[in-house]
């Protein structure tokens, strides 16, 4: 299980001596999304006069990948200090990217790291988050004069119904967290009069 953003661009303006700091921050999947992101923002804004970003997104079975850049500011003074905003945010697939529009007034390095750390923080606050986790997959097959109340009591009862296709049955798909397959079975027993029984249907990620 872990945290990520809603899918929506989050924009966050910050002035400092006069120097802009316009703060994005998305959803992000892959490599490929996460530069997509970037190449965006600075179509949008080609006359910044640096676009720097970081991200970091969630691989499957391995350690998140996580990389930044400084986009012509001097090193270590935009990008990292934006990924460790991120890292702290506990978010995963996220991606910010903050466009500088120069004031003429230098910060120095030291003000250029807190203007960039400060610029992603202050965004953060406005990120929706989302819980996505690993969910183990139920067929359950209902005749047709059933189903409909069949459904809706296992929606009260909190049971997750992510897929609904119609057959010579009607076919259930539900997601329900790891090794909670019996207390699963023994609820829709109950629900059904021993009429119907889930049967295992792999696994995926659930978002919600």
């Known amino acids: 299980m872990y945290l990520r953003p ?10 400092i001596k006069r120097s802009r700091f316009i703060t994005h ?3 992000i999947t892959d490599e490929a999304s996460a530069r997509a992101f970037v ?3 600075r179509a949008d ?5 640096h676009h720097c970003s970081a991200y970091i997104y969630h691989v499957e079975g391995a350690n998140p990948v996580e990389r930044s850049s ?4 001097p090193s270590g003074t935009a990008g990292t200090p934006m990924l460790e ?15 500088r529009y120069f004031g003429g007034i230098k910060l120095g390095a030291g003000g250029l790291v807190h203007a960039y750390s400060n610029s992603v923080g202050d965004a953060l606050p406005l990120v929706t988050r989302t819980r996505r986790a690993r969910k183990e997959l139920w067929r359950l ?7 409909g109340r069949y459904e809706a009591e296992l ?3 909190g049971i997750a119904v992510t897929d609904v296709e119609y057959g010579q049955q009607v076919h259930l798909t539900l997601a329900a967290d790891p090794g909670t397959g019996d207390a699963l079975a023994h609820t829709i027993s109950a629900v059904t009069s021993g009429q119907a029984a889930p049967k295992a249907a792999g696994s995926t990620w659930v978002e919600g």
């Open 6 to 15: 809603a899918p929506q661009t989050i924009t966050h303006t910050l002035e």
């Open 25 to 27: 921050i998305a959803r």
């Open 39 to 41: 190449d965006s923002v």
């Open 45 to 49: 804004f080609p006359d910044g006069r």
């Open 70 to 73: 400084d986009d012509g500011e």
């Open 85 to 99: 905003q991120l890292r702290g945010s506990g978010m995963l697939d996220i991606a910010a990217v903050v466009v």
């Open 141 to 147: 097959d209902l005749p047709y004069a059933q189903a």
């Open 155 to 157: 929606r009260a009862r």
